[in-house]
């Protein structure tokens, strides 16, 4: 039976490459693929995982009709076995309908990768109908850290270094690297405590150098 697996983790923690993975895996047996993803920080058409894997893909805008593309690529003798869906939190609620349908009546596997929540913690619209429908859910072992230690739950976002919690939700973006300058804007994963406390590693390290008060009064 085909299933529709939904896989999330924070950004960062290793969902493109599972992706690009499950992609070789299925394709070394013989089987037939397409590949899809949305706003991809490498540009149009492209996935690319931080450990330096890019392929081709299929860019899924606004009004990308999964299962017209489907269906069209059947009837015109093509053959599909699976989808591999990166950056699923940037679909529509239904363009993940489609993608159940695609399951349902086709019998075709769907293996979808994508971050849960925003910046400001709200669920993604593609993301919300993904946990609400999909077969399986799994969140990715490979752990992400907070700078504290502690498991990373949550996207913050920052601008020029300080963290922000209104804005636009789609901006594509990355993690800064540690020791480089800040990006514009630039994402980091926190826990929810220092989510909460808007306390990036930066805003912590000045925190910890800044002088103690003097002991008076
Ligand atoms: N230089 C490196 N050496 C080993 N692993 C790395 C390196 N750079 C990145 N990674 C791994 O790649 C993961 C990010 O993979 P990626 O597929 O780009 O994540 P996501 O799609 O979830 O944002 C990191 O969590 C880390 O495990
Ligand atoms: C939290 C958050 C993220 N984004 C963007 C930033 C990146 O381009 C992608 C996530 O990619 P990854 O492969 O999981 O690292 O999403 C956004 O547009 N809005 C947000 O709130």
């Known amino acids: 039976m085909a299933e529709l697996h939904f896989f999330t983790g924070t950004m960062d923690s290793g969902k493109s490459t599972l992706a690009l993975q499950t992609n070789h895996n299925h394709a070394a047996r013989g089987r037939a693929g397409r590949i899809f993803t949305a706003n991809d920080r490498a540009g ?14 299929l860019e899924v805008g606004p009004d990308f009709d999964f299962w017209r593309y489907v269906v069209e690529t059947l009837t015109h003798g093509g053959r599909i076995d699976y989808l591999i869906c990166d950056e699923a939190q940037f679909y529509t609620r239904e363009q993940v309908d489609q993608l ?17 929540t925003d910046f400001r913690t709200a669920l993604f ?29 949550h996207n913050a976002r920052t601008e020029n270094g300080a963290m922000v919690v209104e804005g636009e939700v789609i901006v594509v973006g990355d993690v800064d690297e540690a020791g480089a300058a800040p990006a514009d804007v630039a994402y980091e994963v926190l826990c929810r405590q220092h989510h909460r406390r808007r306390l990036t590693a930066a805003r912590a390290k000045a925190v910890s150098l800044a002088p103690e008060p003097l002991p008076f009064g």
């Open 44 to 57: 149009e058409a492209r996935i690319s995982s931080r450990l330096g894997l890019t392929h081709d893909a």
């Open 125 to 153: 619209e593609g993301s919300q109908r993904l946990v609400e429908i999909a077969d399986r859910m799994n969140v990715l072992q490979v752990e992400a850290l907070c700078w504290c230690g502690k498991r990373a739950t």
């Open 100 to 116: 159940a349908k695609v399951v349902d009546e086709l019998q075709i596997d769907v293996f979808a990768f994508g971050i849960l």
